[in-house]
């Protein structure tokens, strides 16, 4: 059978999860079930909540959750206190503020963006790609001359707080070569499920502050930082994005709910993933939310302090997710 190379395989789905606090050493889940009947959305890190609740206003309203993952994101893009997303997100070691985006549907279709500078809703621009064009990924020049040959607007994305961050941080690092923290890796991923049961996920960020002019994480790549089978589930990563992209996170979280495991269970095997292929035990940290398709989800990180956000007919609340080990 022919696929489109905007097309993923497509099949079926099972299990439970959980949230819970795990110990310094990898511990065996002892979670509570987290679902959610009916419309939910979820997302990375506390720092999100006004992104998921536009999101489910709008699943509310009946819009589909393509629709409302795109503006969930906008929110998170045009948020300049959110240094690792849009506006305002800290600039690489140049300068220059380099904007990454991916977004799937529930038909498996997906489009992405990369090292796209001057324009910041990098989620609609990856949305356009994926509805008007036959490929998957633009990036750099090629993506910004795209975007703005279908209106999409030309702006400096540098705020004076992270021109500020940046000029402080050249002045006292760029001698050691110390061009990366550990810490900055809040990328916005979302997943949704609408009314019709359809899910959909995308994922945005200005990826690591002061990384090398060039350097592309995860987050535009489908499989490793966004994977959603609407007969399965979803997934969306964050962190050190060098590591999601080495495991292919995501897809493998998917695959794993497809096997049985729950969304917690299925997370946490991803993050061993991660740890053994650290063997060199380098500070980072990755964190995974994954979202079945009867509304259980699941969160799971590398170390503490991972928090992610659930919007549904209860509330918007943020939680502190399931982590493999301390430092």
């Not at 959980?18 to 002892?30: A, D, E, V």
Request: glycine share 10%; with cysteine; net charge neutral.
């Amino acid at each position: 059978m022919k696929i489109s190379r905007r097309s993923f395989v497509r099949t079926s789905a099972v299990a439970g999860a959980g949230l819970l606090m795990s110990q310094s050493t990898p511990q065996k889940l002892f979670g509570s079930i987290v679902k959610s009947s009916g419309l939910i959305t979820v997302s990375t890190w506390e720092n999100t909540l006004k992104s998921t609740w536009r999101t489910f206003e709008l699943l509310q309203s009946g819009k589909n959750s393509l629709d409302a993952i795109e503006a969930g994101i906008m929110v998170a893009e045009d948020d300049p206190t959110n240094t690792t997303v849009g506006y305002g997100g800290f600039p690489d070691e140049d300068g220059i503020v380099t904007l990454d985006a991916s977004i799937m549907d529930w038909n498996g279709n997906a489009g992405s963006v990369a090292a796209v500078e001057n324009i910041r809703h990098v989620i609609s621009l990856a949305r356009s790609v994926m509805q008007t064009t036959k490929h998957v990924m633009l990036v750099g020049e090629g993506a910004k001359k795209f975007a703005l040959a279908n209106n999409f607007k030309e702006e400096d994305l540098l705020t004076e707080k992270s021109r500020a961050a940046w000029e402080e941080w050249k002045g006292k690092n760029i001698k050691n070569n110390n061009r990366v923290s550990p810490n900055n890796h809040d990328t916005i991923g979302l997943l949704a499920i609408d009314r019709d049961g359809n899910m959909s996920g995308g994922v945005s960020t200005s990826g690591m502050a002061w990384k090398i002019h060039g350097r592309v994480g995860d987050s535009p790549i489908i499989g490793a930082a966004l994977f959603v089978d609407n007969e399965v589930g979803g997934a969306v990563a964050t962190g050190n994005g060098e590591w999601v992209m080495r495991s292919c996170g995501c897809f493998l979280i998917v695959e794993k709910m497809r096997e049985g495991y729950s969304p917690e269970e299925a997370c946490k095997i991803a993050i061993e993933r991660v740890n053994k292929l650290n063997k060199n035990g380098e500070d980072i940290q990755v964190g995974y939310v994954a979202l079945r398709k009867d509304g259980v989800m699941g969160a799971h990180s590398l170390y503490p302090d991972f928090s992610y956000c659930l919007a549904d007919k209860n509330g918007n609340k943020s939680y502190k997710s399931a982590f493999y080990r301390t430092k």
